[in-house]
């Protein structure tokens, strides 16, 4: 005879309990959301976006420093041949 199901503690609540417990309660105690979630979830994108166009500037200044190693190689190699 199975016993009570127990509830599923998720990996997201777990982080939500640590970073505020009361946050965690109303959510899944109370049954409440907050408010503005449209708003949260813009600017969630917002800073998706932003962490995308850090990594590729990133990305930019190892290509021009590599580039540039490049450039001063051959300019170094063609001024010692010739």
Known sequence: M?????????????????????AWW????????????????YGTTLHHRHARSV????LFAIIAALLGTLALALLIGGWMAG
């Open 2 to 22: 199975p016993g009570p199901r127990l509830p599923i503690i998720r990996a997201s609540e777990i982080g939500e309990y640590v970073y505020c417990a009361r």
């Open 55 to 58: 990594a590729l500037s990133r």
């Open 26 to 41: 109303l959510r899944r105690v109370a049954g409440l959301e907050p408010e503005e979630r449209a708003r949260r979830e």
